[in-house]
Protein backbone atom coordinates (compact mmCIF):
# COMPACT_ATOMS: atom_id res chain seq x y z
CA UNK A 1 0.00 0.00 0.00
CA UNK A 2 1.08 3.80 -1.38
CA UNK A 3 -0.34 6.65 0.38
CA UNK A 4 0.35 9.71 -2.07
CA UNK A 5 0.25 13.11 -0.70
CA UNK A 6 -0.02 16.59 -2.25
CA UNK A 7 -0.53 20.00 -0.68
CA UNK A 8 -3.13 19.67 -4.16
CA UNK A 9 -4.53 16.96 -5.39
CA UNK A 10 -5.94 17.67 -9.36
CA UNK A 11 -8.05 15.10 -9.98
CA UNK A 12 -9.58 15.78 -13.25
CA UNK A 13 -12.50 13.59 -12.58
CA UNK A 14 -16.27 14.69 -13.61
CA UNK A 15 -16.28 17.36 -11.15
CA UNK A 16 -12.54 18.83 -12.10
CA UNK A 17 -11.84 18.40 -8.15
CA UNK A 18 -8.87 20.18 -6.97
CA UNK A 19 -8.27 18.55 -3.61
CA UNK A 20 -6.21 20.25 -0.59
CA UNK A 21 -3.99 18.86 1.80
CA UNK A 22 -4.76 15.05 0.05
CA UNK A 23 -3.77 12.16 -0.78
CA UNK A 24 -4.07 8.98 -3.12
CA UNK A 25 -4.01 5.79 -1.72
CA UNK A 26 -2.70 3.27 -3.83
CA UNK A 27 -3.30 -0.82 -3.32
CA UNK A 28 -1.28 -2.65 -5.51
CA UNK A 29 -1.91 -1.29 -9.25
CA UNK A 30 -5.37 0.82 -8.70
CA UNK A 31 -6.10 3.78 -7.44
CA UNK A 32 -8.13 2.63 -4.09
CA UNK A 33 -8.93 6.01 -2.36
CA UNK A 34 -9.02 9.82 -2.80
CA UNK A 35 -9.23 12.46 0.30
CA UNK A 36 -7.55 14.20 2.97
CA UNK A 37 -4.26 12.91 4.00
CA UNK A 38 -4.82 13.29 7.51
CA UNK A 39 -7.75 10.92 7.00
CA UNK A 40 -5.67 8.47 4.42
CA UNK A 41 -2.85 8.72 6.87
CA UNK A 42 -4.53 7.50 9.64
CA UNK A 43 -6.68 4.81 7.59
CA UNK A 44 -3.37 3.16 6.20
CA UNK A 45 -0.70 3.47 9.10
CA UNK A 46 1.53 1.45 7.56
CA UNK A 47 1.36 2.28 4.36
CA UNK A 48 4.53 3.86 2.31
CA UNK A 49 4.34 7.76 1.83
CA UNK A 50 4.78 9.84 -1.38
CA UNK A 51 4.58 12.96 -2.07
CA UNK A 52 4.30 15.39 0.64
CA UNK A 53 3.09 18.59 2.20
CA UNK A 54 5.11 20.84 -0.67
CA UNK A 55 4.12 18.84 -3.35
CA UNK A 56 1.45 18.68 -6.48
CA UNK A 57 -0.23 15.33 -7.93
CA UNK A 58 -1.91 15.04 -11.07
CA UNK A 59 -2.96 12.23 -13.17
CA UNK A 60 -0.32 10.63 -15.86
CA UNK A 61 -0.32 13.00 -18.95
CA UNK A 62 -1.19 11.11 -22.08
CA UNK A 63 1.27 11.70 -25.03
CA UNK A 64 -1.68 10.25 -27.73
CA UNK A 65 0.45 10.25 -30.40
CA UNK A 66 3.48 9.74 -31.53
CA UNK A 67 6.66 7.42 -33.41
CA UNK A 68 8.68 6.40 -30.80
CA UNK A 69 11.53 4.60 -33.10
CA UNK A 70 12.13 8.20 -34.27
CA UNK A 71 14.02 8.98 -31.30
CA UNK A 72 17.06 8.28 -33.05
CA UNK A 73 16.92 10.56 -36.05
CA UNK A 74 16.37 13.16 -33.24
CA UNK A 75 17.24 16.73 -35.41
CA UNK A 76 17.74 15.34 -38.76
CA UNK A 77 14.40 16.76 -39.61
CA UNK A 78 14.99 20.30 -38.96
CA UNK A 79 13.56 23.05 -41.26
CA UNK A 80 12.37 20.76 -43.73
CA UNK A 81 9.06 20.26 -45.89
CA UNK A 82 7.26 17.73 -44.97
CA UNK A 83 7.83 15.72 -48.10
CA UNK A 84 11.49 16.01 -47.98
CA UNK A 85 11.46 15.47 -44.47
CA UNK A 86 10.05 12.18 -45.15
CA UNK A 87 11.44 10.91 -48.61
CA UNK A 88 15.39 12.52 -47.22
CA UNK A 89 15.43 11.43 -43.42
CA UNK A 90 12.35 8.81 -42.41
CA UNK A 91 12.03 6.38 -45.29
CA UNK A 92 16.23 6.42 -45.79
CA UNK A 93 16.93 5.87 -41.59
CA UNK A 94 14.10 3.31 -41.23
CA UNK A 95 14.99 1.49 -44.52
CA UNK A 96 17.87 -0.18 -41.97
CA UNK A 97 16.22 0.05 -38.75
CA UNK A 98 16.95 -2.96 -36.89
CA UNK A 99 14.90 -4.73 -34.26
CA UNK A 100 18.28 -3.69 -31.79
CA UNK A 101 17.40 -0.29 -32.83
CA UNK A 102 13.33 -0.29 -32.20
CA UNK A 103 14.34 -1.88 -28.83
CA UNK A 104 16.79 0.83 -27.74
CA UNK A 105 15.00 3.38 -29.16
CA UNK A 106 11.51 3.21 -27.38
CA UNK A 107 14.05 2.65 -24.30
CA UNK A 108 15.55 6.04 -24.84
CA UNK A 109 11.90 7.36 -26.08
CA UNK A 110 10.53 5.79 -22.39
CA UNK A 111 12.53 7.26 -20.74
CA UNK A 112 12.34 11.03 -21.72
CA UNK A 113 8.48 10.34 -21.68
CA UNK A 114 8.69 9.30 -17.73
CA UNK A 115 10.94 11.72 -16.59
CA UNK A 116 8.45 14.43 -17.91
CA UNK A 117 5.36 12.72 -16.46
CA UNK A 118 4.08 10.85 -19.80
CA UNK A 119 2.54 7.82 -18.23
CA UNK A 120 0.75 6.67 -21.74
CA UNK A 121 1.81 6.63 -25.18
CA UNK A 122 -0.14 5.67 -28.41
CA UNK A 123 2.47 4.97 -30.81
CA UNK A 124 2.31 4.49 -34.53
CA UNK A 125 5.22 2.15 -35.57
CA UNK A 126 5.02 2.04 -39.48
CA UNK A 127 8.38 -0.19 -40.15
CA UNK A 128 8.15 -3.78 -40.14
CA UNK A 129 10.92 -4.74 -42.35
CA UNK A 130 11.57 -7.78 -40.11
CA UNK A 131 8.85 -9.82 -38.62
CA UNK A 132 9.82 -9.17 -34.75
CA UNK A 133 10.18 -5.30 -35.37
CA UNK A 134 7.15 -5.25 -32.78
CA UNK A 135 7.72 -7.71 -31.02
CA UNK A 136 11.06 -5.28 -30.18
CA UNK A 137 8.46 -2.21 -29.54
CA UNK A 138 6.22 -4.34 -26.98
CA UNK A 139 9.85 -5.76 -25.01
CA UNK A 140 10.98 -2.71 -24.57
CA UNK A 141 7.88 -1.33 -23.29
CA UNK A 142 7.23 -3.98 -21.07
CA UNK A 143 10.86 -3.55 -19.43
CA UNK A 144 10.92 -0.10 -19.03
CA UNK A 145 7.46 0.02 -17.50
CA UNK A 146 5.34 2.65 -19.80
CA UNK A 147 1.79 1.90 -20.52
CA UNK A 148 1.57 2.07 -24.47
CA UNK A 149 -1.11 1.93 -26.86
CA UNK A 150 1.16 0.12 -29.99
CA UNK A 151 -0.46 0.47 -33.50
CA UNK A 152 1.21 -1.65 -36.30
CA UNK A 153 0.78 0.82 -39.19
CA UNK A 154 1.00 -0.93 -42.44
CA UNK A 155 1.16 0.93 -45.89
CA UNK A 156 0.43 -0.23 -49.65
CA UNK A 157 -0.19 2.71 -51.76
CA UNK A 158 2.71 4.23 -53.42
CA UNK A 159 0.43 6.56 -56.08
CA UNK A 160 0.49 10.23 -53.89
CA UNK A 161 4.51 9.94 -52.99
CA UNK A 162 7.11 6.95 -53.38
CA UNK A 163 7.01 4.45 -49.95
CA UNK A 164 9.90 2.20 -50.46
CA UNK A 165 9.20 -1.16 -51.45
CA UNK A 166 10.76 -2.41 -47.62
CA UNK A 167 7.94 -1.19 -46.36
CA UNK A 168 4.63 -2.26 -47.84
CA UNK A 169 2.80 -5.22 -47.82
CA UNK A 170 -0.54 -6.46 -48.83
CA UNK A 171 -3.78 -6.06 -46.62
CA UNK A 172 -4.24 -9.57 -45.83
CA UNK A 173 -0.87 -9.69 -44.68
CA UNK A 174 -0.72 -6.42 -42.87
CA UNK A 175 -4.29 -8.27 -41.17
CA UNK A 176 -2.71 -11.30 -40.26
CA UNK A 177 0.37 -9.56 -38.76
CA UNK A 178 -2.10 -7.63 -36.88
CA UNK A 179 -4.14 -10.37 -35.57
CA UNK A 180 -1.12 -12.17 -34.84
CA UNK A 181 0.53 -9.61 -32.65
CA UNK A 182 -2.88 -8.76 -30.76
CA UNK A 183 -2.90 -12.37 -29.64
CA UNK A 184 0.31 -11.90 -28.31
CA UNK A 185 0.88 -8.94 -26.75
CA UNK A 186 -2.66 -7.49 -26.27
CA UNK A 187 -3.07 -6.98 -22.22
CA UNK A 188 0.26 -8.00 -21.74
CA UNK A 189 2.96 -6.39 -18.96
CA UNK A 190 0.04 -6.69 -16.21
CA UNK A 191 -2.32 -4.66 -18.65
CA UNK A 192 0.35 -2.16 -19.67
CA UNK A 193 0.27 -3.03 -23.07
CA UNK A 194 -2.79 -2.58 -25.68
CA UNK A 195 -2.23 -3.08 -29.94
CA UNK A 196 -3.93 -1.73 -32.23
CA UNK A 197 -3.82 -2.02 -36.45
CA UNK A 198 -2.82 0.83 -38.20
CA UNK A 199 -3.93 2.24 -41.87
CA UNK A 200 -0.53 4.48 -41.61
CA UNK A 201 -2.68 7.10 -43.44
CA UNK A 202 -5.00 8.27 -46.42
CA UNK A 203 -2.50 8.41 -48.89
CA UNK A 204 -0.21 5.20 -48.12
CA UNK A 205 -2.72 2.50 -47.43
CA UNK A 206 -5.58 1.49 -50.29
CA UNK A 207 -9.37 1.76 -49.12
CA UNK A 208 -8.89 -2.40 -48.99
CA UNK A 209 -5.94 -1.92 -46.65
CA UNK A 210 -8.31 0.35 -44.81
CA UNK A 211 -10.80 -1.70 -44.39
CA UNK A 212 -8.91 -5.04 -43.79
CA UNK A 213 -7.10 -3.05 -40.70
CA UNK A 214 -10.66 -2.24 -39.42
CA UNK A 215 -12.08 -5.34 -39.67
CA UNK A 216 -9.88 -6.69 -37.61
CA UNK A 217 -10.11 -4.20 -34.62
CA UNK A 218 -13.34 -4.59 -34.44
CA UNK A 219 -13.45 -8.13 -34.42
CA UNK A 220 -10.65 -8.36 -31.30
CA UNK A 221 -12.31 -5.68 -30.07
CA UNK A 222 -8.50 -3.13 -30.18
CA UNK A 223 -9.58 0.18 -31.61
CA UNK A 224 -7.65 1.72 -34.38
CA UNK A 225 -5.57 4.90 -35.04
CA UNK A 226 -4.62 6.34 -38.44
CA UNK A 227 -3.18 9.75 -39.28
CA UNK A 228 -5.73 12.10 -41.17
CA UNK A 229 -5.82 15.28 -43.05
CA UNK A 230 -2.37 16.18 -41.52
CA UNK A 231 -1.05 17.86 -44.67
CA UNK A 232 -3.05 19.81 -47.12
CA UNK A 233 -1.58 18.10 -50.52
CA UNK A 234 -2.74 14.64 -49.30
CA UNK A 235 -6.64 15.71 -48.46
CA UNK A 236 -6.23 17.33 -52.02
CA UNK A 237 -5.17 14.22 -53.64
CA UNK A 238 -8.64 12.21 -51.76
CA UNK A 239 -10.51 14.93 -53.35
CA UNK A 240 -9.82 14.58 -56.56
CA UNK A 241 -9.17 10.55 -56.30
CA UNK A 242 -12.34 9.61 -54.78
CA UNK A 243 -15.03 12.96 -54.96
CA UNK A 244 -14.91 13.71 -51.46
CA UNK A 245 -15.18 16.79 -49.17
CA UNK A 246 -11.83 15.42 -47.95
CA UNK A 247 -10.04 12.59 -45.97
CA UNK A 248 -12.75 12.41 -43.05
CA UNK A 249 -15.19 11.84 -45.47
CA UNK A 250 -13.41 9.70 -47.38
CA UNK A 251 -13.36 7.75 -43.87
CA UNK A 252 -17.09 8.14 -43.26
CA UNK A 253 -17.43 6.40 -47.18
CA UNK A 254 -15.15 3.53 -46.09
CA UNK A 255 -17.47 2.88 -42.85
CA UNK A 256 -14.55 3.09 -40.57
CA UNK A 257 -15.28 6.38 -38.68
CA UNK A 258 -16.95 5.83 -35.45
CA UNK A 259 -15.78 5.94 -31.57
CA UNK A 260 -13.50 2.83 -32.18
CA UNK A 261 -11.19 5.01 -34.48
CA UNK A 262 -8.09 7.80 -33.64
CA UNK A 263 -7.54 10.15 -36.02
CA UNK A 264 -4.12 11.73 -35.86
CA UNK A 265 -3.35 15.50 -36.76
CA UNK A 266 -6.70 16.92 -38.62
CA UNK A 267 -5.73 19.91 -39.50
CA UNK A 268 -6.84 20.22 -42.89
CA UNK A 269 -11.07 19.70 -42.27
CA UNK A 270 -14.10 20.80 -44.51
CA UNK A 271 -16.77 22.41 -41.88
CA UNK A 272 -18.86 20.17 -42.45
CA UNK A 273 -16.36 17.28 -41.85
CA UNK A 274 -16.19 18.72 -38.02
CA UNK A 275 -20.16 17.60 -38.00
CA UNK A 276 -19.22 14.12 -39.02
CA UNK A 277 -16.71 13.89 -36.34
CA UNK A 278 -18.83 14.59 -33.98
CA UNK A 279 -21.64 12.47 -35.21
CA UNK A 280 -19.84 9.32 -35.17
CA UNK A 281 -18.14 9.78 -32.23
CA UNK A 282 -14.12 10.08 -33.63
CA UNK A 283 -11.76 11.71 -31.82
CA UNK A 284 -8.84 13.64 -32.76
CA UNK A 285 -5.29 13.60 -31.62
CA UNK A 286 -3.81 17.62 -31.78
CA UNK A 287 -0.28 17.62 -32.36
CA UNK A 288 0.57 21.50 -32.29
CA UNK A 289 4.22 21.11 -32.04
CA UNK A 290 5.05 18.72 -34.80
CA UNK A 291 2.37 20.44 -37.28
CA UNK A 292 4.31 23.59 -36.94
CA UNK A 293 7.43 22.21 -37.07
CA UNK A 294 6.94 20.72 -40.32
CA UNK A 295 4.96 24.19 -41.38
CA UNK A 296 1.37 21.61 -42.13
CA UNK A 297 -0.73 24.15 -40.69
CA UNK A 298 -2.87 24.31 -37.06
CA UNK A 299 -5.58 21.86 -37.22
CA UNK A 300 -9.12 23.89 -35.90
CA UNK A 301 -8.97 22.53 -32.08
CA UNK A 302 -11.23 25.51 -31.18
CA UNK A 303 -13.85 24.09 -33.57
CA UNK A 304 -13.40 20.68 -32.73
CA UNK A 305 -14.17 21.29 -29.35
CA UNK A 306 -16.86 23.68 -29.45
CA UNK A 307 -18.82 21.24 -31.73
CA UNK A 308 -18.09 18.37 -29.20
CA UNK A 309 -15.54 16.40 -30.64
CA UNK A 310 -13.17 14.67 -28.16
CA UNK A 311 -9.31 15.89 -28.65
CA UNK A 312 -6.15 14.16 -27.15
CA UNK A 313 -2.58 15.70 -27.12
CA UNK A 314 0.53 14.31 -28.68
CA UNK A 315 4.26 15.09 -29.46
CA UNK A 316 4.35 13.55 -32.73
CA UNK A 317 7.49 11.81 -33.12
CA UNK A 318 11.31 12.68 -31.72
CA UNK A 319 11.75 13.54 -35.32
CA UNK A 320 9.16 16.16 -35.61
CA UNK A 321 8.90 17.83 -32.53
CA UNK A 322 12.21 17.20 -31.64
CA UNK A 323 10.79 16.70 -27.82
CA UNK A 324 8.75 14.31 -25.79
CA UNK A 325 7.73 16.70 -23.00
CA UNK A 326 3.72 17.00 -22.46
CA UNK A 327 4.50 20.19 -20.81
CA UNK A 328 5.80 22.05 -23.76
CA UNK A 329 3.17 20.46 -25.81
CA UNK A 330 0.65 21.39 -23.74
CA UNK A 331 1.99 25.02 -23.86
CA UNK A 332 1.77 25.14 -27.91
CA UNK A 333 -1.16 24.19 -27.66
CA UNK A 334 -2.86 26.68 -25.90
CA UNK A 335 -1.15 29.35 -27.01
CA UNK A 336 -1.15 28.56 -30.72
CA UNK A 337 -4.85 28.88 -31.23
CA UNK A 338 -4.85 32.06 -29.39
CA UNK A 339 -2.47 33.54 -31.98
CA UNK A 340 -4.34 32.43 -35.32
CA UNK A 341 -7.68 33.58 -33.38
CA UNK A 342 -6.34 36.74 -32.40
CA UNK A 343 -8.44 35.56 -29.03
CA UNK A 344 -6.99 34.89 -25.84
CA UNK A 345 -9.94 33.21 -24.80
CA UNK A 346 -10.22 30.67 -27.32
CA UNK A 347 -8.91 28.39 -25.48
CA UNK A 348 -7.76 27.73 -21.71
CA UNK A 349 -5.24 25.80 -19.46
CA UNK A 350 -7.95 23.63 -17.51
CA UNK A 351 -9.20 22.42 -20.87
CA UNK A 352 -5.95 21.49 -22.14
CA UNK A 353 -4.79 20.30 -19.52
CA UNK A 354 -8.15 17.73 -20.05
CA UNK A 355 -6.85 17.26 -23.47
CA UNK A 356 -3.11 15.77 -22.67
CA UNK A 357 -5.01 13.75 -19.43
CA UNK A 358 -8.33 12.23 -19.51
CA UNK A 359 -9.61 13.77 -22.93
CA UNK A 360 -6.35 11.77 -24.25
CA UNK A 361 -7.75 8.66 -22.24
CA UNK A 362 -10.80 8.33 -23.94
CA UNK A 363 -9.59 9.23 -27.67
CA UNK A 364 -7.59 6.09 -27.04
CA UNK A 365 -10.35 3.96 -25.25
CA UNK A 366 -8.68 3.52 -22.04
CA UNK A 367 -10.54 6.11 -20.03
CA UNK A 368 -12.13 3.39 -17.82
CA UNK A 369 -8.37 2.99 -16.69
CA UNK A 370 -6.85 5.99 -16.65
CA UNK A 371 -7.30 9.82 -17.12
CA UNK A 372 -8.20 11.17 -13.58
CA UNK A 373 -7.63 10.58 -10.23
CA UNK A 374 -10.88 8.44 -8.98
CA UNK A 375 -11.11 4.99 -7.47
CA UNK A 376 -10.73 1.29 -9.34
CA UNK A 377 -8.21 3.46 -11.97
CA UNK A 378 -5.34 2.01 -12.55
CA UNK A 379 -2.58 4.20 -10.25
CA UNK A 380 -0.66 6.25 -13.14
CA UNK A 381 0.21 9.24 -11.23
CA UNK A 382 2.92 12.39 -10.97
CA UNK A 383 4.12 14.40 -7.92
CA UNK A 384 5.48 17.84 -8.94
CA UNK A 385 7.41 19.60 -6.08
CA UNK A 386 5.90 23.16 -5.61
CA UNK A 387 9.25 24.43 -4.67
CA UNK A 388 10.34 24.95 -8.07
CA UNK A 389 10.58 28.51 -8.79
CA UNK A 390 7.94 27.86 -11.85
CA UNK A 391 5.14 27.02 -9.15
CA UNK A 392 5.86 30.36 -6.94
CA UNK A 393 3.32 32.19 -6.20
CA UNK A 394 0.52 29.72 -7.02
CA UNK A 395 -2.78 31.45 -7.41
CA UNK A 396 -4.07 29.43 -9.94
CA UNK A 397 -3.01 25.35 -10.23
CA UNK A 398 -3.86 24.86 -14.00
CA UNK A 399 -2.07 27.89 -15.52
CA UNK A 400 0.23 26.82 -13.37
CA UNK A 401 0.37 23.53 -14.84
CA UNK A 402 -0.04 24.24 -18.54
CA UNK A 403 2.02 28.10 -19.05
CA UNK A 404 4.27 27.93 -16.01
CA UNK A 405 5.50 24.83 -15.13
CA UNK A 406 8.15 22.17 -17.04
CA UNK A 407 9.25 19.01 -17.38
CA UNK A 408 11.91 20.10 -14.31
CA UNK A 409 8.81 20.04 -11.69
CA UNK A 410 8.53 16.05 -11.92
CA UNK A 411 9.50 14.28 -9.35
CA UNK A 412 8.15 11.20 -8.51
CA UNK A 413 6.28 8.78 -11.45
CA UNK A 414 3.88 6.19 -10.99
CA UNK A 415 2.85 3.53 -13.52
CA UNK A 416 0.66 1.30 -12.29
CA UNK A 417 1.26 1.78 -9.05
CA UNK A 418 4.70 1.05 -9.25
CA UNK A 419 6.90 4.29 -8.91
CA UNK A 420 8.96 4.37 -12.04
CA UNK A 421 10.42 7.40 -11.43
CA UNK A 422 12.08 8.85 -7.92
CA UNK A 423 13.68 12.16 -7.32
CA UNK A 424 13.65 12.66 -11.24
CA UNK A 425 15.29 9.80 -12.01
CA UNK A 426 13.82 6.67 -13.86
CA UNK A 427 14.29 3.18 -11.25
CA UNK A 428 13.80 0.58 -13.49
CA UNK A 429 16.75 1.22 -15.34
CA UNK A 430 19.64 2.88 -16.10
CA UNK A 431 19.38 6.17 -18.17
CA UNK A 432 22.89 6.48 -18.93
CA UNK A 433 23.25 2.53 -20.27
CA UNK A 434 20.13 3.60 -22.28
CA UNK A 435 21.55 7.02 -24.06
CA UNK A 436 25.06 5.41 -24.32
CA UNK A 437 23.37 2.44 -26.39
CA UNK A 438 20.78 4.52 -28.38
CA UNK A 439 23.50 6.96 -29.51
CA UNK A 440 25.85 4.01 -30.22
CA UNK A 441 23.64 2.62 -32.62
CA UNK A 442 21.75 6.08 -33.70
CA UNK A 443 25.33 7.03 -34.88
CA UNK A 444 25.80 3.63 -36.40
CA UNK A 445 22.37 3.75 -38.40
CA UNK A 446 23.19 6.95 -39.38
CA UNK A 447 26.34 5.75 -41.21
CA UNK A 448 24.35 2.39 -42.91
CA UNK A 449 21.80 5.00 -44.37
CA UNK A 450 24.27 6.27 -45.90
CA UNK A 451 22.66 9.94 -47.17
CA UNK A 452 25.41 12.41 -47.64
CA UNK A 453 23.29 15.55 -46.50
CA UNK A 454 22.91 14.02 -43.38
CA UNK A 455 26.19 12.40 -42.90
CA UNK A 456 27.79 15.77 -43.72
CA UNK A 457 25.63 17.74 -41.16
CA UNK A 458 26.48 15.82 -38.52
CA UNK A 459 29.75 15.60 -39.50
CA UNK A 460 30.34 19.02 -39.11
CA UNK A 461 27.42 20.14 -36.48
CA UNK A 462 27.02 16.65 -34.30
CA UNK A 463 28.92 15.50 -31.57
CA UNK A 464 28.94 11.89 -29.47
CA UNK A 465 27.64 13.08 -26.43
CA UNK A 466 29.07 9.57 -24.79
CA UNK A 467 31.73 9.61 -26.96
CA UNK A 468 33.86 5.91 -27.94
CA UNK A 469 34.41 4.56 -31.08
CA UNK A 470 30.92 3.49 -32.33
CA UNK A 471 29.92 7.27 -32.11
CA UNK A 472 32.91 9.16 -34.10
CA UNK A 473 31.69 11.39 -36.28
CA UNK A 474 30.99 9.78 -40.01
CA UNK A 475 32.85 12.21 -41.57
CA UNK A 476 35.36 14.67 -41.15
CA UNK A 477 34.36 17.56 -38.57
CA UNK A 478 35.29 20.94 -38.42
CA UNK A 479 34.49 24.44 -37.28
CA UNK A 480 30.72 25.34 -36.41
Known amino acids: ?27 GTLIADVGSWQDLAGRYPRAEHLGGAACLVIPGLVNAHNHMFQVLYRTLGADQSFRDWLQDVVWPMSTVLTE ?35 DAVAAAVDHVGIRAVLGRASVDWTEWAPIRPEFLETPDAAARAGA ?70 YLDRLGVLGPDLLLAHCVWLAPEEIA ?22 VAPIPDLTAAGVMVGLGTDGPCSNDSLDMFGVMKAGALIHKAVR ?47 PEFVPLFDVYAALVYAANAACVDTVLVN ?63 V
Open 180 to 249: DLIERWHGKASGRIRIRPEPLSETSVTPDMVRALSTVARQYGTGMNMHAAEVRERVEFIQAKFGARGTVD
Open 276 to 297: VLRERGTAVVHNPVSNAFLGDG
Open 342 to 388: RSSTVTGAEATLAMATINGARAAGIDGLIGSIEPGKRADLVVATLRQ
Open 100 to 134: EDAYAAVLLASVEMLRTGTTTVVDSHYINTTPGML
Open 417 to 479: GQVVVRGGHLTTVDEDEIARGAERLAWRLLRRAGVPRLLERAGRLGWPVFGGADTTAPVSGGE
Open 1 to 27: MKVVRGALVVTMDGDRRVLRDAAVAVD
